[in-house]
């Protein structure tokens, strides 16, 4: 007999990774290939490199905050579908419209630059974990249609 929540909760957990890994791949970028810097620079070339630095810097602390609010979310749906909670389903429907929500504006917000204030891959990152988010929500819908 197929264990309850078992699909949802895989992607429950595999949101959880690419949250997780969306995070680091700021920090990554920060320290290795400078997306960020570069597109900060192509923005704002009369920027000093600590201006760019400093907004750098800032970038880092908004997407850590953002990724560590994506993790809570996420570990707090999978406790409440491991326990059975009621609210389990309504929950995550609503922090997936927050997550989406958020990548997009990620992706898509523009600065003053007339330039989005994110890297395209960085936008993009930000928005793999809805789709594990997707998966998780249909699937607990799901289990309790079949219910």
Not at 20 to 29: N, P, Q
Not at 48 to 65: E, F, K, M, P
Not at 92 to 117: E, R
Not at 130 to 142: E, K, N, S, Y
Request: glycine letters at 12%; hydrophobic letters at 50%; proline letters at 5%.
């Amino acid at each position: 007999m197929a264990q309850p929540f078992r699909g949802p909760l895989a992607a429950l957990y595999a949101g959880l990774a690419l949250t997780v890994l969306a995070t680091i791949a700021a920090y990554v970028d920060h320290s290795t290939t400078h997306l960020l810097a570069e597109h900060i620079r192509a923005g704002y070339p009369a920027y000093s490199q600590s201006q760019i630095d400093s907004a750098g810097t800032t970038y880092l602390v908004v997407l850590s905050v953002i990724g560590a609010f994506g993790v809570l979310g996420w570990l707090t749906t999978i406790w409440a579908v491991k326990a059975g909670k009621g609210w389990a389903r309504p929950a995550a429907t609503v922090l997936l419209v927050l997550g989406i929500g958020t990548g997009l504006a990620g992706l898509l917000t523009k600065d003053t630059s007339g330039a989005t204030g994110l890297p395209p891959a960085l936008g993009l990152a930000g928005m793999l974990p809805c789709l594990a988010g997707v998966l998780a929500v249909v699937l607990l819908w799901r289990e309790r249609n079949s219910a």
